[in-house]
């Protein structure tokens, strides 16, 4: 119940504050998609966590690009320590399809 209330107020945010306030996401999926996400797989207190590390990672100097939802949480986190579910640097983007082939061409490498 409190996920669906959850995702209610993203979702009353998206049809209204977020059109007022413009599409300026720096990352994709946009912030409010990702809570709603992580809330939706993970539950209402770590992906609660985690989505506000993701809103506190948007920023001028935040981070940009692919950052998707972790499938799995991470073991350190727990419920008296909620801020380590969150990655409050970096993203957490699918590997490069050419990071392999960049190492294959250097023959010094390997």
């Known amino acids: 119940m409190v996920r669906r209330a959850a995702h209610l107020a993203i979702r009353g ?3 209204t504050l977020s059109s007022l ?10 912030c409010s998609d990702y809570t709603d996400e992580a809330i939706r797989r993970h539950g209402f207190w770590p992906g609660g ?3 506000l590390s993701r809103i506190c990672r948007c ?12 499938e799995t ?12 579910y969150g990655r409050w640097r970096g993203v957490n983007a699918p590997p490069s399809p050419f990071a392999c082939e960049a190492v294959e061409s250097n023959p010094d490498r390997g």
């Open 73 to 84: 949480l991470p073991e350190a986190a727990g419920w008296a320590t909620p801020w380590r």
């Open 21 to 30: 306030i413009g599409r300026q996401c720096r990352h994709w999926p946009s």
């Open 13 to 15: 945010y998206q049809l």
């Open 59 to 70: 920023g001028p100097m935040g981070t940009h690009g692919i950052d998707l939802v972790p």
């Open 49 to 51: 966590w985690i989505g």
